[in-house]
């Protein structure tokens, strides 16, 4: 599976959009590209994933640059319950080895 | 989403003892399993793939014999950490998922503390 570069952390502040990018420079074609999150002492929680095609979910909305080496992770409105790390990582759909590879993610503090 | 529940959610045993960790799956068939670890202030590291009846492959490092995995039905799954010691304090993660389905779903967790 590619590997994604992700910045260690950001800040937003409260009932603004955060705007979460990721670079996945060496993806290839049937590989898609999947968020998920994790708030603190819990499992992860998916989030949205997509091919090339923007997509958009009642969680949040996924840009997929044209060349498909990045992508970004848009929450519209954050709460303070947004507050989480945030992994972007890209695997194939289907087979028996598809496997969820996580990488150091992006904590995202929402502040009041 | 779909539901997946990870049983117990602490547990705290003695060193050189056995603890076993449930992941059931409670409203689809999970034809894939996944068992993850993490360590405070870390990442999820995969430990091993599990397919129903069949044997789990182990990620690169993770010992077969110390943590057993028993994939016996659609529904559930078993970690056991055997002859535990305190180095293997951390916290657990299941994930489940539906063959050709495109997203996972995961466990809330497990915390094991070994003293």
């Known amino acids: 599976d590619a590997k994604t570069t992700q910045p260690t952390s950001m800040d937003c502040a409260e009932g603004r959009a955060a705007n979460l990018p990721c670079n996945h420079s060496?993806?290839?074609?049937?590989?898609?590209v999947y968020w998920y999150r994790q708030i603190h002492s819990q499992g992860p929680q998916y989030i949205i994933h997509g091919l090339k095609n923007n997509e958009t979910n009642e969680m949040a909305s996924l840009i997929i640059t044209e060349d498909r080496k990045s992508s970004t992770l848009i929450l519209p409105h954050a709460t303070l319950r947004d507050t989480a790390v945030y992994y972007c990582i890209v695997r194939v759909l289907h087979g028996a080895t598809n496997k969820l590879i996580f990488g150091t993610g992006t904590l995202l503090a929402v502040q009041p | 989403g779909a539901v997946v529940s990870q049983h117990p959610s602490r547990v705290i045993c003695k060193s050189g003892t056995s603890v076993k960790i449930e992941c059931r799956s409670l409203d689809f068939q999970a034809t894939t399993m996944f068992w993850y670890r993490q360590f405070p202030k870390q990442s999820l590291m995969l430990m091993a793939t599990?397919?129903?009846?069949?044997?789990?492959?182990?990620e690169q490092g993770v010992e077969k014999d110390k943590f057993l995995i028993n994939h016996a039905s659609l529904t559930l799954s078993t970690l056991t950490v055997t002859s535990a010691h305190p180095e293997d304090s951390s916290f657990y993660i299941c994930?489940?998922?539906?063959?050709?389905?495109?997203?996972?779903?995961f466990g809330q967790g497990t915390r094991l503390t070994v003293v």
């Open positions: 599990s397919n129903e009846g069949s044997k789990a492959t182990y």
């Open positions: 994930s489940a998922r539906v063959e050709g389905a495109g997203e996972a779903f």
């Open positions: 060496t993806i290839s074609g049937n590989e898609y």
